[in-house]
Antibody, heavy 120, light 107 residues
Framework: QLQLQESGPGLVKPSETLSLTCTVS??????????WGWIRQPPGKGLEWIGS???????YYNPSLKSRVTISVDTSKNQFSLKLSSVTAADTAVYYC????????????WGQGTLVTVSS | DIQMTQSPSSLSASVGDRVTITCRAS??????LAWYQQKPGKAPKLLLY???RLESGVPSRFSGSGSGTDYTLTISSLQPEDFATYYC?????????FGPGTKVDIK
């Protein structure tokens, strides 16, 4: 059974960089059939697609966040990561990682999510 | 960007009721639509994709329909475990976008 698990600091100071890692188990991140993505959800609000990455390193970023986002992959560790720079309180959210089948660009497996609070 | 709207934003229903949620895209999305269910404190769960295809393991009381810009999620007989928030998501064009959600609670 595929599992995804987010990890990283739960508190980040304003203007600093948010860094999260998603560890994939029960399947290979190097599969040519899937992308891997990040989605976030501010408390009490809706979902926002942050971006995605293919095992080869090819990325897509939401234009609304593109200038601040970097997603990378480490196939040796079966992990992919998110960096979001210059954070503000508006970046406070639950961050989810997820798998994206290349034939239907939806989110079929999700991590449990991790709350990141931006505060001094 | 394609804007997604949902109606209603919330509804109250009883066990056994038939529930219908509507999702509308700001432009045609050629059935590239998914529905998710989210319970408090949990990640969303994929229910349907390609507007009407049921994800493996999802009960058959969930169904989807629609075309062009207008799509519907129907729960034929609401069960206690179905009280949750439902989101639609278009994957026709980037950036992929979600509807604002419909909260289904107990009447």
């Amino acid at each position: 059974q595929l599992q995804l698990q987010e990890s990283g600091p739960g508190l980040v100071k304003p203007s600093e960089t948010l860094s999260l890692t998603c560890t994939v188990s029960g399947g290979s991140i190097s599969s040519s059939s899937y992308y891997w993505g990040w989605i976030r959800q501010p408390p009490g609000k809706g979902l926002e697609w942050i971006g995605s990455i293919y095992y080869s390193g090819s990325t897509y970023y939401n234009p609304s966040l593109k200038s601040r986002v970097t997603i990378s992959v480490d196939t040796s560790k079966n992990q992919f990561s998110l960096k979001l720079s210059s954070v503000t309180a508006a970046d406070t959210a639950v961050y989810y990682c997820a798998r994206i089948p290349e034939w239907e660009l939806l989110l079929d497996y999700w991590g449990q999510g991790t709350l990141v609070t931006v505060s001094s | 960007d394609i804007q997604m709207t949902q109606s209603p934003s919330s509804l109250s229903a009883s066990v056994g009721d038939r529930v219908t949620i509507t999702c509308r895209a700001s432009q045609g999305i050629s059935n590239s639509l998914a529905w998710y269910q989210q319970k408090p404190g949990k990640a969303p769960k994929l229910l349907l994709y390609a507007a009407s295809r049921l994800e493996s393991g999802v009960p058959s009381r969930f169904s989807g329909s629609g075309s062009g810009t207008d799509y519907t999620l129907t729960i034929s007989s609401l069960q206690p475990e179905d009280f949750a928030t439902y989101y639609c998501q278009q994957y026709y064009s980037t950036p992929f976008t979600f509807g604002p959600g419909t909260k289904v609670d107990i009447k």
